[in-house]
């Protein structure tokens, strides 16, 4: 990838045109083949487009909140590393062919669409590079794996993957049915805080098979800590996919996809200050449920606050490459913040080995 286009900010004159040349276009317009991609066998390569592998941000979508869930759990229950460390292992294992199964299913599903959108035409299924059944036995396949890690998670988490099946089934329709297709997406990417907290055998609900809780808790239906942040989860994604959305905006009213981009269109900034407002009352109070200790105040809410607040303030709505550029910098710096915020509660627990 050229390295200036990917690092520095991109100038206010380069407009769609420009966009749908450049290195940002071919990595998230599902052309990407150079660095790493460029060695493998070229069959493979169509694949790795689908799956958005390279760059991996479309794994770490997805493995971010199943981290943050095994890290709160372990904060609440104390646990030491040796369990934290194969739960995460089990859930990035588990996360990886989630990712490729759900981007290869929305992509089997959109391509009609993606053939009208000039970002997305070039994706592996609308230019012809993979068959409409060779995605789908592909996608089959990924779920299988993915599904196999469930067995190695303790007796009964299986059952806690359902809704998230479901909402990931349904979330290429809901761009069709719904202007808040970005509040389905981040259902389904948030779940992964209450896999998590299964994998470490939390009890996330006051019913089912991890059975109830303890004190004050059994007036709530879920445990608060792990529902404050997987609130906050939601609202992490809606911020930064508004944003995405925003980059195809104009393609997406003429082929009639809705999103929250669509509806809000100029107002979408106000909105996306709320919500971040919401989500870093959300993490204050996911801490202070737990007692947690200054430093994750200062990482995860004051990251989250910073790195996302400049991502709203900063970038241009009507630009494509704007809105590319910071999705995916504040996206890393606002997960990365919330995952070190976490971490540091944890290290602050003093965990045995």
């Not at 040796?82 to 292992?89: E, G, K």
């Given at each position: 990838?050229?390295?200036?286009?990917?690092?520095?900010?991109?100038?206010?004159?380069?407009?769609?045109?420009?966009?749908?040349?450049?290195?940002?276009?071919?990595?998230?317009?599902?052309?990407?083949?150079?660095?790493?991609?460029?060695?493998?066998?070229?069959?493979?390569?169509?694949?790795?487009?689908?799956?958005?592998?390279?760059?991996?941000?479309?794994?770490?979508?997805?493995?971010?909140?199943?981290?943050?869930?095994?890290?709160?759990?372990?904060?609440?229950?104390?646990?030491?590393?040796?369990?934290?460390?194969?739960?995460?292992?089990?859930?990035?294992?588990?996360?990886?062919?989630?990712?490729?199964?759900?981007?290869?299913?929305?992509?089997?599903?959109?391509?009609?669409?993606?053939?009208?959108?000039?970002?997305?035409?070039?994706?592996?299924?609308?230019?012809?590079?993979?068959?409409?059944?060779?995605?789908?036995?592909?996608?089959?396949?990924?779920?299988?794996?993915?599904?196999?890690?469930?067995?190695?998670?303790?007796?009964?988490?299986?059952?806690?993957?359902?809704?998230?099946?479901?909402?990931?089934?349904?979330?290429?329709?809901?761009?069709?049915?719904?202007?808040?297709?970005?509040?389905?997406?981040?259902?389904?990417?948030?779940?992964?805080?209450?896999?998590?907290?299964?994998?470490?055998?939390?009890?996330?609900?006051?019913?089912?098979?991890?059975?109830?809780?303890?004190?004050?808790?059994?007036?709530?239906?879920?445990?608060?800590?792990?529902?404050?942040?997987?609130?906050?989860?939601?609202?992490?994604?809606?911020?930064?996919?508004?944003?995405?959305?925003?980059?195809?905006?104009?393609?997406?009213?003429?082929?009639?996809?809705?999103?929250?981009?669509?509806?809000?269109?100029?107002?979408?900034?106000?909105?996306?200050?709320?919500?971040?407002?919401?989500m870093v009352t959300l993490l204050y109070t996911c801490g202070n449920l737990l007692d947690m200790g200054i430093p994750f105040y200062v990482i995860a809410a004051g990251g989250s606050l910073l790195s996302l607040g400049a991502m709203i303030a900063n970038v241009n709505l009507k630009e494509s490459s704007s809105c590319w550029w910071w999705f995916r910098y504040g996206f890393w710096l606002a997960g990365g913040a919330i995952a070190g915020g976490l971490l540091s509660e944890y290290v602050l627990i003093g965990p045995?080995?």
């Amino acid at each position: 990838m050229n390295e200036k286009a990917s690092n520095e900010k991109p100038q206010p004159a380069e407009e769609t045109a420009a966009f749908q040349n450049n290195a940002l276009a071919q990595q998230y317009g599902g052309g990407h083949a150079g660095g790493w991609v460029s060695r493998l066998p070229p069959s493979w390569v169509p694949y790795v487009q689908l799956t958005r592998l390279s760059p991996p941000a479309a794994l770490f979508l997805i493995y971010f909140p199943h981290f943050f869930g095994i890290i709160l759990a372990a904060i609440i229950q104390k646990s030491p590393v040796s369990r934290v460390l194969p739960a995460s292992l089990i859930m990035l294992g588990g996360s990886f062919f989630f990712s490729n199964a759900a981007h290869g299913w929305n992509d089997l599903i959109d391509a009609p669409i993606d053939k009208s959108i000039a970002r997305t035409s070039k994706r592996p299924i609308p230019r012809g590079a993979i068959s409409p059944r060779a995605a789908f036995i592909f996608t089959v396949t990924q779920a299988l794996g993915a599904a196999l890690f469930l067995l190695l998670m303790p007796e009964g988490s299986a059952i806690y993957a359902v809704p998230n099946i479901i909402g990931t089934y349904y979330y290429p329709w809901a761009k069709r049915h719904t202007n808040f297709a970005q509040l389905v997406l981040g259902f389904c990417l948030a779940w992964g805080i209450i896999m998590g907290s299964c994998a470490m055998d939390l009890k996330p609900f006051t019913w089912g098979p991890f059975g109830g809780s303890n004190g004050w808790e059994q007036s709530f239906w879920a445990e608060p800590s792990t529902t404050c942040l997987f609130l906050a989860c939601i609202l992490w994604t809606v911020i930064y996919d508004s944003i995405y959305a925003h980059q195809d905006i104009k393609d997406d009213i003429k082929v009639g996809l809705k999103s929250i981009a669509v509806l809000f269109k100029d107002w979408t900034k106000p909105l996306l200050w709320l919500l971040l407002g919401c989500m870093v009352t959300l993490l204050y109070t996911c801490g202070n449920l737990l007692d947690m200790g200054i430093p994750f105040y200062v990482i995860a809410a004051g990251g989250s606050l910073l790195s996302l607040g400049a991502m709203i303030a900063n970038v241009n709505l009507k630009e494509s490459s704007s809105c590319w550029w910071w999705f995916r910098y504040g996206f890393w710096l606002a997960g990365g913040a919330i995952a070190g915020g976490l971490l540091s509660e944890y290290v602050l627990i003093g965990p045995t080995f």
